[in-house]
């Protein structure tokens, strides 16, 4: 069972991280030694997605998610769901730069009434304490 919600678990293409291209592996520090400034958000990644291409899967996944009735529960990467997290308050893909969001974390999005909202964002208090 996967978090309560069933034994039905499915992969889906469009939740894959961001495709890196030629950046892929390379940390930002690094690659800004050769393009200042540069960021995942704004820039091109050479041999990679645009943020439009990354924004589409995202939407994709957001309408696949609102005709599935009842609670659905994704697990991904962390510029892929920051990107989910944008398309799904219906922001612009870029606006996931925003969105900080740590390794290992849980994040709930949701509804207040009929608006789409992030009802919890980044959290690991339930993530137990590292033994000295």
Known sequence: RIAGLGDVAQVD????????GDYEG???TEIREH???W???????PGGETIEQVGARATRVVE????VP??????????I??????RWLQLAPESGRLLALDTATLSLLGYEHETRVVRNW?????LLPTPL
Not at 13 to 20: K, Q, S, T
Not at 81 to 86: H, N, Q
């Open 70 to 79: 009842g609670d659905v529960a994704l697990f991904a990467h962390g510029h």
């Open 81 to 86: 769901l920051r990107v989910l997290a944008a």
């Open 122 to 126: 980044n959290e690991d208090a339930f």
């Open 64 to 67: 696949r998610v609102l005709a």
């Open 13 to 20: 293409p469009d939740l894959r991280e961001w495709d890196y």
């Open 26 to 28: 390379r940390t930002t």
């Open 39 to 45: 960021t995942v958000w704004t820039d091109r990644v």
């Open 35 to 37: 393009d200042p400034g």
